[in-house]
């Protein structure tokens, strides 16, 4: 079983295993259509559809096996203003595959950034990973814009290869690899 020695700290933020406790701050960005207008299935949701995602969220604590989601609470301040994930895809191949979705009022400031580089941080460093992807829609260019902060380099644009809202879409593919992680994280200033 791996997981950061909670909470994970950055200078603005600390991400935490999300609570019940959660549920206002999740249910404030999950009910917005604007944050959840890139989100595969998802509509905006009433507050009993976010108290079972907080449920589902909150179970999200550790990487185990494959397939299993490690799901982060980012908070500034006292609220929980976004949530960032890492899905174990491969233990052979040493790959996942990073999330984040965050509250549009909080947007324009690298909160985002922060948070997934500290996440990144850990799946390259203690949990050992060799490779972490990102998928998005291709119209979703704060999603790609936050992939390319990260240093992520866009590697596909697979054409029509999903359904999204009953239409066919577009999806982009970006990529890091541990070396490069390490080597842009040795050279950033401080």
């Keep these: 079983m791996a997981h950061p020695s909670y909470p994970l700290r950055t200078p603005r933020l600390l991400l935490r295993p999300v609570t019940p406790d959660d549920l206002d701050d999740v249910h404030a960005w999950q009910r917005r259509p604007d944050v959840v207008r890139w989100m595969l299935g998802a509509e905006p949701r009433t507050r009993e559809q976010s ?25 500034a301040g006292a609220r929980v203003i976004g949530a960032v994930e890492l899905v174990w895809r491969s233990r052979a191949d040493r790959t996942a595959e990073l999330g984040y ?39 979703n260019e704060a999603s790609a814009r936050l992939a390319t902060r990260l240093g992520m380099r866009r590697e596909a644009r697979h054409v029509r290869s999903y359904r999204f809202r009953g239409e066919w879409a577009d999806q982009l593919v970006f990529a890091v690899l541990a070396e490069e992680w390490r080597s842009r994280r040795d050279a950033a200033p401080g």
């Design 101 to 139: 979705v965050f509250h549009s009022e909080h947007g324009g400031r690298g909160l985002a950034t922060e948070a997934a580089t500290a996440v990144l941080d850990w799946g390259f460093g203690e949990f050992g990973l060799h490779r972490v992807t990102v998928r998005c829609h291709a119209g």
């Design 51 to 75: 108290r079972a995602s907080v449920a589902a969220m909150a179970g999200e604590t550790s990487l185990r096996a494959e397939g299993d989601c490690l799901t982060l609470a980012v908070v």
